[in-house]
């Protein structure tokens, strides 16, 4: 399932146009880093996905775009779509294999309680800080893959209700798709 949405992902930002000129795997790492900060910034306003209003609004019919903007999009689950989907975006430009860890395969019970002490700017800062140490050394290849797999183990943790991650991933995509080239930005 992770390879496929890596496809989609890239397949989606070379269509929009985020690849007519191809940057250091930096540049790319950046922009998960600020979707980072536009997470803690949701959480920070307290900015919360309503799954149950956009479930209803789909249900009654209503135009999924609209129903995504009001209920989803800029919240602090949308915003850690954002970084996933980064990633794995990322992950297609670089030909990475995804798995999905299996829960407990990785090292999650360290960001669990990571979380419960420094919030999510801390948990973020950890994971953006991982990714960064991750281009010396050259295993950003296990760290994309391991910092995908926490994000999906802890999504529960980090939200403090029963959402599945991959679900916000899929309903952003599928915004994404309806969005202009660059998606209405510079890059």
Same mark, same amino acid.
Not at 111 to 122: H, T
Not at 134 to 148: M, N, P, R
């Given at each position: 399932? +992770?390879?496929? /949405?890596? *496809?989609?992902?890239?397949?989606?930002?070379? !269509?929009?146009?985020?690849?007519?000129?191809?940057?250091?795997?930096?540049?790319? +790492?950046g922009?998960v880093? @600020?979707?980072?900060? !536009?997470?803690?910034?949701?959480?920070?306003?307290?900015?919360?996905?309503?799954?149950?209003?956009? @479930? !209803?609004?789909? *249900?009654?019919g209503?135009?999924?775009?609209? %129903?995504?903007?009001?209920?989803?999009?800029?919240?602090? !689950?949308? *915003?850690?779509?954002?970084?996933?989907?980064? =990633?794995l975006?990322? $992950?297609?430009?670089?030909? #990475?294999? =995804?798995?999905i $860890?299996?829960? @407990?395969? +990785?090292? $999650?019970?360290?960001?669990?309680?990571?979380?419960? %002490?420094?919030?999510? %700017?801390?948990?973020?800062f950890?994971?953006?800080?991982?990714? %960064?140490? $991750? =281009?010396?050394?050259?295993s950003?290849?296990?760290?994309?893959?391991?910092v995908?797999?926490?994000?999906?183990?802890?999504?529960?943790?980090?939200?403090?209700?029963?959402?599945? +991650? /991959?679900?916000?991933?899929?309903q952003?995509?599928? #915004?994404n798709?309806?969005?202009?080239? =660059?998606?209405?930005?510079?890059?």
């Amino acid at each position: 399932m +992770l390879n496929a /949405l890596k *496809e989609k992902a890239h397949k989606t930002a070379v !269509e929009r146009g985020f690849y007519e000129e191809v940057k250091p795997d930096a540049f790319y +790492l950046g922009l998960v880093m @600020s979707e980072a900060g !536009e997470a803690i910034n949701a959480d920070r306003k307290g900015k919360r996905a309503n799954v149950v209003r956009f @479930s !209803e609004d789909m *249900e009654l019919g209503h135009p999924f775009k609209e %129903s995504f903007e009001k209920h989803i999009k800029d919240s602090m !689950e949308d *915003e850690i779509a954002d970084i996933v989907i980064r =990633l794995l975006d990322f $992950s297609g430009l670089k030909g #990475y294999t =995804l798995l999905i $860890s299996g829960h @407990s395969a +990785l090292p $999650s019970t360290a960001i669990v309680d990571e979380f419960a %002490s420094n919030g999510l %700017s801390g948990t973020l800062f950890a994971l953006i800080g991982a990714l %960064s140490d $991750s =281009l010396d050394d050259d295993s950003t290849e296990a760290t994309v893959v391991i910092v995908i797999n926490i994000f999906i183990d802890c999504f529960k943790k980090i939200t403090g209700r029963d959402y599945d +991650l /991959l679900w916000f991933v899929e309903q952003k995509m599928r #915004y994404n798709d309806l969005r202009p080239r =660059l998606n209405g930005k510079k890059y």
